[in-house]
């Protein structure tokens, strides 16, 4: 499979009017959702699932791949100008670029975001283009065995290494598994947890349940804990950049994609590390790192094209493997499923056209962003002074009628009331919803590679072990899940210098994760031989 | 846990963990409902895979429990728009809810129009505006548009219900 | 008795409360600054920031001027959160600043000046921007 030919293929599909339509409105929309604040791009895609279904499957990813993109951009524009990151990966942008702003510098923090965010996030998509046939090429030779190890790998990974509390983690994944356990199994058509009620047979509509997690609990969150003192909003022009300004965000920027596309590749990477990661390092290398903390360009630049380099590496494993790890990934993947299509690494080839396209879409989704958002700023700006009781109104209005629309039956939004509130009871006590939404989408595929195998296998448990490829895939799991334990007993016996009094929260932070990661690395190399 | 000792106060999260092992013995007792013979092509059967998982939920909730017990707490999720240290606004969660429920309710018998109103206009309510004209036009455009538009541009018939005869 | 004024973080809101120090001053009364929000949206730019009404919260008193400083966010609009003010702090008078609007722009927003104008019990002193 040539992947030039592909890709300009995809660009062909891409670039029809309709398809560029979608893209435009992709990435308006998305921007929008990013800037305004209690919306996020995953909410987005899972209020948009249900619309599209009447849109070809390629459009409709085509306007994902926008929104995606999109709000990463525009959420960083809000941390910028009001200093309030929506997520831990813009915890570092909103604390440099807000200074930046207040320092009467918003134009140059919002255009070394957005000129980052261009050229990290085609850098990364070239990358994805480039990796992701590699990694397919790699995993169809794999069996059942490797598949099952990978997906528990991917679940673990995401549950333990992401999020403050791995044992809130597991419990948000425990509840994720048992709701994906709903309805019919699918070998022996058994009803499992359908308490007699016909309309669960069919299971839980993955629509649903996202729309259910990801806004209905969202929007009665942020309704209990509205935020009931305005803001203020610094005012911006036009972005631009002078020559110096220039000259010292072009390094920040390709550092920082260095940092991210793996990371975000990662089953487990995120965005979060990268981010902090790009940020030590551009203080370490600054020549003026006594402007850290006080508005330095590079502190923008480089966590920012992080970000979004972590936001394309993270479709790899999506659409190589089926693997999401982050939440607008699984939404996406979620919306593979309800179009009928079998995510995995046959995406390539049963649905090659439509990856190719969304991928084209990504560099396109990525230009149009540039293009539409240096000007635009200020506009965007204005959408803050939204009335919020209708923001939030209009995610329930959406999600209601989104959820009823997929089946017609009233049931369904007695079910997305009950895990609405079941999001909301998630946030209130920090059960990250990540790993309870990966729990329902992949649970069921996990159920089947392990039949697949044990029936390969003739019930034989060693069968699990019958790939070298799994072998190697638990040792790595086995790790993670030890990991907390090892870095216990690392920090009783050489007890770490506890950060002076003085420093700022976020060095001792950034501190942290760089040195966690960098004992990760450290064990790995020891375990390997 | 009949009575809501002192030494409970607080402790909502216990409730969490109450809740999950609620949940493990439910998907325990219906996977061990199930009456599967032995087969050959599938020697894992449709329970494994529950037990699994009720097993996860119940380590889970009995570890949940000691940590809330000894202390520990779970993070509050923040937000853009999210300020933690008032405490949870009861007086916006129920009417928002009420207004869900309601739609629930009437969405079959009175029909998207009128259901959708009242479900956007309780919810702008229950949020603290207080342009009741306003909100109620708005209200009315958004679910005449909706419905309209799920008709016309993707062909999903929302139902008419009392309006029947007249959209 | 006492003088109090709407205050925005605006030249007008600036004028309007110099002229209120000047008329707290002049009759030795109680200043009540009212400087409220509907908290609607996430942002609104006539609510002021803290630093700055900390910062007339330190210039009041070095002027001699007793003050109290009322920043309510409570869904009502301005005018209403200054009528109530007015009414409950037994207000000699009010001081707001006032703007330019367009016509039409007073059609489509309705005008908290004039509604205060027409509604309050005491006079009215309206200042406008230097």
Known sequence: ?529 | MTSLTTGLKGRSELGVALLLGAAGVLVFLDANGLVTPYSKSDPVGPKTVPFIVAGMLEVCAVLLALNVLRGGKGEAEGGEDVDLAHPADWKTILPLAGAFILNILLIDWAGWVISGTILFWGSVLALGSRHYVRDGLISVALSLLTFYGFYLGLGIALPAGLLEGIL | MTVVVGYVPTPEGEAALTQAITEARRSNTTLVLINSSKGEAAVDDRFAEEGDIQDIGERLPSQGIQYLIKRPVRGHDAAAEVLDAAEEHNAELIVIGLRRRTPVGKLIMGSTSQRILLEADCPVLAVKAR
Not at chain 1, 135 to 156: D, E
């Open chain 1, 1 to 529: 499979m040539d992947v030039w030919s592909s890709l300009m293929d995809g660009f062909a599909t891409a670039l029809t009017p309709m398809n560029f339509m979608y893209a435009v409105i992709g990435v308006i929309l998305g921007t929008a959702v990013g800037v305004l604040p209690g919306l996020g791009p995953a909410m987005t895609v899972a209020l948009l699932l249900p619309v599209t279904y009447a849109l070809e499957p390629t459009s409709a990813f085509i306007m994902f791949a926008g929104i995606y993109y999109g709000g990463m951009y525009g959420g960083s524009t809000t941390s910028i100008l009001l200093n309030t990151p929506g997520e831990s990966s813009s915890v570092v942008t909103a604390i440099e670029g807000n200074k930046m702003a207040k320092a009467g510098r918003a134009a140059q923090a919002l255009a070394t975001a957005a000129i980052g965010s261009f050229v990290a996030g085609t850098i990364g998509t070239a990358l994805l283009a480039v990796c992701a046939p590699i990694v397919v090429k790699f995993a169809v030779s794999l069996g059942a065995p490797s598949y099952f190890a990978i997906m528990v790998l991917a679940l673990l990974a995401v549950t333990a290494v992401l999020g403050s509390s791995r044992l809130r983690g597991f419990a948000s994944l425990g509840l994720g598994l048992a709701i994906g356990l709903v309805g019919m199994d699918s070998v022996t058509g058994q009803r499992r947890l359908t308490f007699g009620q016909p309309l669960l047979a069919d299971g839980l509509d993955i629509v649903v349940v996202a729309v259910a997690i990801f806004a209905v609990g969202e929007a009665l969150w942020v309704a209990a804990y509205l935020r009931r003192t305005p803001l203020h909003a610094i005012p911006v022009g036009q972005p631009w950049m002078g020559k110096f300004d220039w000259k010292r965000s072009w390094m920040p920027w390709l550092r920082g994609t260095a940092f991210g596309f793996p990371f975000g590749a990662l089953p487990a990477g995120g965005a979060e590390i990268p981010t902090f990661l790009s940020y030590v390092t551009e203080k370490r290398l600054s020549k003026h790192p006594e402007e850290f903390g006080k508005g330095a360009i590079e502190g923008v630049a480089g966590p920012e094209a992080a970000n979004n380099a972590a936001a394309a590496g993270t479709l790899t494993p999506m659409l190589a493997l089926g693997l999401p790890t982050n939440a607008t990934a699984a939404v996406m993947l979620a919306a593979f499923t309800s179009y009928g299509i079998q995510p995995g690494p046959q995406l390539f080839t049963s649905q090659g056209p439509l990856v190719w396209a969304l991928i084209a879409s990504l560099f396109i989704g990525n230009f149009l962003l540039l293009i539409i958002n240096l000007p635009l700023a200020p506009m965007w700006a204005k959408l803050l002074q939204l009335p919020r009781p209708y923001l939030y109104a209009g995610i329930l209005f959406f999600a209601t009628l989104g959820a009823y629309s997929v089946n017609l039956q009233a049931f369904d939004l007695v079910i997305l009331l009950v895990l609405g509130a079941l999001g909301f009871m998630m946030r209130r006590f920090g059960l990250p919803v990540l790993p309870l939404i990966l729990g329902v989408i992949l649970g069921p595929r996990i159920e089947g590679q392990l039949r697949k195998t044990l029936q390969l296998s003739a019930g034989d448990p060693a069968g699990l072990l019958g790939e070298p490829i799994a072998v190697g895939i638990y040792v790595i799991i086995g790790l993670i899940l030890l990991w907390p334990f090892a870095y216990k007993l690392f920090r009783r016996s050489r007890p770490v210098a506890a950060p002076a009094g003085g420093a700022a929260p976020l060095a001792t932070e950034a501190g942290d994760a760089v040195h966690s990661n960098h004992n990760a690395v450290y064990t790995n190399h020891k375990e390997r031989p």
